[in-house]
C-alpha cells in the first residue's frame, strides 16, 4: 500500500499486467471478529458510482498485506455494510 497526496492508495496488477489503483476508504478494527478491515474503490476522478471492496488486513514481517475476505459469518458481512452505511451517513 502507498500513500499519495495524504490519500491511502492500493495498488494492484490484473491478470493482464495493467495497474490498478484503489482509494482507501477506511480501516476498521472488529474486535467480535480480532481482524482489522481495509475497504477500498478503484480510484476515479469521475463522479460516478464505485464499487467498494473490501479486505482482511494481515500484517508480517514484509509489511500489510490484504486477504480477501472468505468468510461464510452473516454477521461479519453486516458489520462490513455497517461501516459502509455510517460513512454514507457522514457523507450527507
Given at each position: ?6 490519500h491511502e492508495h492500493i495498488v494492484a496488477i490484473d491478470e493482464n499486467g ?60 453486516e458489520f462490513i455494510e455497517s461501516v459502509l452505511s455510517e460513512l454514507a451517513?457522514?457523507?450527507?
Open positions: 500500500m502507498s500513500e499519495e497526496h495524504n495493467n495497474e490498478i489503483v484503489y482509494a482507501v476508504i477506511t480501516r476498521v478494527y472488529s474486535e467480535e471478529f480480532e481482524k482489522e478491515y481495509v475497504l477500498f474503490a478503484e480510484h476515479s476522478d469521475s463522479d460516478e458510482p464505485v464499487e467498494v471492496q473490501a479486505a482482511i488486513v494481515v500484517e508480517d514481517e514484509e509489511g500489510d498485506r490484504l486477504v480477501g475476505i472468505e468468510s461464510d459469518s452473516d454477521a461479519e458481512w451517513d457522514e457523507e450527507e
